[in-house]
């Protein structure tokens, strides 16, 4: 009975969003839909006893259901108040976030789901006496429970087989939502991909060369690539958002934005190393991204020098072969960082040293925090917080909608702001050194923010909602990059319009340095059209 009883459990305490979701995808809550939906769950409960009857046996059933109460009370909870679905990039996401995130995220609602649905009924089992056969018999009556409980879900299915079936292929998004077998799945691929075979580093770009495009300038060059966190397009004045969100870009008048680009992934360690990968959102997979060279060597092979500036949870893998500055960790006396983490602005200290002191062509990348929830009120100064009133809890559920949007708009801001001075950091630079210099700027994925009862990010991109996958994406050049480079400005400008995804940076970037490889696929560069020999 304890088996039978963990099984119901589990499906009626756990799985709101689920069933929520499958009585609307089979014609929702009404009477001639109830034979459909009461077979449905003693179907699930069904599979789900068979399944945990496997582990019946003394010592080893009580602790397994303890670790699935604790481990599927903290999914509900993250599932129930954030609206995420969990499959496997999920779990990486989990694993690689760092400590202070982490923190971000713990809250008393989360310590008391897990008190009420985790402690308590863990406590019960443990109490609960059970009384197991021995030898034969023991394997025999188990045996029979597990194909008996399989014969009836056989039968159940076969009846409601018809009406299943459409509701099943047309709504995917159902088996992200099933707990405790999503997550259960999602450790398994994870695992899965993490144990595959590893493949030997595969080189890239080897042949990258710098062509020489015409005559004339010959100045160094130093292009920033600002890879921002969790900023959505729709966020962004310059996109149409009502709220002046963009003050200070939308008075760069050199400034191109891009208003409808597709991120890669909608979580940073999907969507980092997808971007410097050559490989594409189509063909991308962890294990095929660390297997292989991406932007940042082919770039180093042409003799371009590359750093890496990093205020966010690390490079994923994508700046392994390059040099590397963590500036997340808090200074003493840094005019940057407040309590436990460093403002976007550190990430300028000292470029200009840097800059000067370069003697070739080089490409630094700035890795945001960003608009990170969701403590977006930490991501800005006190500067910033220019609207409100703001949500200042991690607990999104308390906050009212619009206190969360302004707390995020205010991110927006403080990000404008970091953008418009690294452009005036360029212009300066540029002017004082006689070099060339160039801002490509672009977020990894985007951001829910209460659409669709979805918050945060990281859905399974396949059920991910536009808010997640609309990133903002702009450029900046200065007129001697344009001059070496041959590059029309009006060309581009005239192409700002146009669909693109982060499949075209890699492609961009060596486009946009006149870097030749065969890796270059001239089709995927965004400078392509425009660039024109002198």
Known sequence: MLILGASTFLL??????????????????????????????????????ACLNLINFRFIVKPVLVVLFMATSAT??????????????????????????A??????????????????????????????CAGKRGLMLQAANIGGSLLMASVLLFLFFKSLAPALREHRELRYLLAPTNYIQAINGYIKQQRAQALVMAPLGMDATKRVVGSGNRQR?????VVGETARAANFSLNGYTRATNPELSAQPDLLNFTDVQSCGTATAVSVPCVFSALGRKNYSDDKAHAQQGLLDVLSHAGFSVLWRDNNSGCKGACDR?????????????????????????LLDGLPELIRKASQDM?????????HGPAYWKRAPAAFQRFGPVCQTNQLESCSRESIVAAYDNS???????????????????????????MLYFSDHG??????????????????????????????????????????????AARTGQAFSHDNVFHSVLGMHSIGTAVYNPGLDIFGPCTHEA
């Open 76 to 101: 509900y909870y993250f599932m129930n108040e954030y609206g995420t679905a969990i499959d496997k990039s999920m779990i990486q996401n989990l694993l690689e976030t760092d400590v202070h995130e």
């Open 412 to 438: 927006i801001l403080y990000t404008d702001h970091f953008l418009n001075q690294a452009i005036e950091l360029l212009k300066a630079s540029a002017a004082k050194e006689q070099i060339n210099t160039a």
């Open 103 to 132: 923190l971000e995220l713990l809250n008393w609602k989360l310590l008391l789901t897990i008190t009420v649905l985790g402690i308590i009924p863990s406590l019960l089992v443990c109490r609960a006496k059970i009384s197991f």
């Open 12 to 49: 009626t305490a756990y799985n709101g969003n689920f069933w929520r979701t499958f009585f609307s995808a089979t014609g929702g809550v009404s009477l001639p839909h109830l034979p459909l939906h009461l077979g449905s769950f003693l179907l699930l409960v069904l599979l789900f006893n």
């Open 221 to 225: 060059s130093v292009t920033l690539i």
């Open 363 to 371: 490409v630094i990348v700035l890795h945001q925090k960003g608009s």
């Open 447 to 492: 951001e829910s923010l209460g659409e669709h009862n979805m918050y945060l990010h990281g859905a399974p991109y396949v059920i991910s909602p536009a808010e997640q996958r609309a990133v903002p994406f702009m450029l900046w050049l200065s007129d001697g990059f344009r001059s070496r480079f041959h590059i029309d400005q009006r060309c581009l």
């Open 322 to 346: 390059v040099d590397y500055e963590d500036l997340s960790k808090t200074e003493p006396g840094n005019r940057w960082c407040v309590d436990d983490e460093c403002f976007d602005e550190r």
